[in-house]
């Protein structure tokens, strides 16, 4: 296997976590999915890959529901998940990963509070809503005429807009013909 596909299929999303997952013994699909934080389509492309790259291999484990596969380290994996741990990027992976749920914990831990707060506020503006002060209410009379025109003002503005277009089209069509 060459050095840049080793190099190429661990800067891809989850794919060092996986090794490290996986580790010197065996992990089902399921243990590496719950494991790794990326989608589980993620995680079935890289095992695929690193089967490709030859860092993974699927054996099959007898259960008492028939066989279940599992996903070890070839020789080549071992050979780097020996040096991920000389370096303690395993750790450091291990705390990213705790780290990340952590983050998820507090942001559904915020969303419910803000939920909690707007029903709050919602409840609390029902029964007790704003006062306005009774200097920004303008008197009646300045109000001047702001109720909504009625339907038959309604309707001799629309007909006054429809006469005022078809005179404006009048004056175009004439000002072509002039050309």
């Given at each position: 296997m060459?050095?840049g596909l080793?190099e ?17 013994g065996?992990?089902s699909?399921q243990?590496i999915e719950?494991?790794v934080?990326?989608?589980s389509?993620t995680?079935a492309?890289?095992?695929?890959d690193?089967v490709?790259k030859?860092l ?10 028939g066989?279940?596969k599992?996903?070890e380290l070839?020789r080549?994996?071992t ?5 991920i741990?000389?370096i303690?990027?395993?750790k450091?992976?291990?705390?990213l990963?705790r780290l ?7 942001i559904e831990?915020?969303?419910?509070r ?5 029903l ?11 006062a ?9 009379e ?9 339907e038959?003002?309604?309707?001799a503005?629309h007909r006054k807009?429809?006469?005022d277009?078809l005179?404006?089209?009048?004056e175009e ?7």
């Amino acid at each position: 296997m060459e050095h840049g596909l080793i190099e190429e299929f661990l800067r891809t999303k989850g794919a060092l976590e996986i090794v490290v997952e996986i580790g010197r013994g065996s992990a089902s699909f399921q243990d590496i999915e719950d494991a790794v934080l990326v989608s589980s389509s993620t995680v079935a492309t890289r095992l695929q890959d690193g089967v490709e790259k030859e860092l993974i291999e699927i054996t099959h484990r007898p259960t008492d529901h028939g066989t279940e596969k599992r996903y070890e380290l070839t020789r080549v994996g071992t050979r780097v998940h020996d040096r991920i741990q000389e370096i303690d990027v395993d750790k450091t992976v291990r705390k990213l990963q705790r780290l990340q749920r952590e983050r998820a914990t507090d942001i559904e831990q915020l969303i419910g509070r803000l939920n909690r707060d707007k029903l709050i506020i919602g409840y609390e503006h029902e029964r007790n809503p704003p006062a306005i002060p009774e200097d920004t209410i303008p008197p009646e009379e300045a109000l001047g005429g702001l109720e909504p025109p009625s339907e038959s003002d309604q309707e001799a503005a629309h007909r006054k807009r429809l006469e005022d277009d078809l005179v404006e089209l009048d004056e175009e069509t004439d000002d072509e013909s002039e050309d």
